[in-house]
């Protein structure tokens, strides 16, 4: 592995976190094991990137679109993106499978002022087109209109 030189410091956050990990976590002062936090706003309004190198899971990540919400690019695995629509998703897909490939998109995101800015603006408007108030309400209104129809 090659030094990145990155100075971050790794928050790990998240509800039933197993004492194991925060063992790991214990001697490292770059690391802190935090668990449960019930205001994600605290968090994401203090960081530049988030990670989810998640290895299973189905459907759309939470994780990915809240990090989005706030500006906060996210370094994920193929399996964190999986369920998000593709539609404007290249700009903010900041994809690795290996860890080597995760280190150095964190070390390129956190010294890159200009990529960070571009990958941070794509995922505001990525939320805004695809989680906004307007496009859930149209597509709610969609599918009341169609069960409608159904009944007619």
Known sequence: MRARNVNARLRICGSNMPDSVR???????????????ANLGEVFDHCRLSVAPLRFGA?????????????????????????MSTEGLEPCR???ETAEEIADLIAHYYRSEQDWERASQASLA?????????????KVSAILDSLDDKKR
């Open 23 to 37: 063992d790991l976590c214990a001697d490292d002062p770059d690391i802190e094991a935090v668990g449960f936090i």
């Open 94 to 96: 900041l994809q690795g």
């Open 59 to 83: 459907g759309l990540k939470g994780k990915l679109a809240t990090s989005f919400g706030y500006g906060v690019p996210c370094v994920a695995t193929g399996v964190a993106i999986e369920g």
């Open 126 to 138: 990525y939320v805004e087109q695809q989680f906004s108030f307007g496009v859930v309400r149209d």
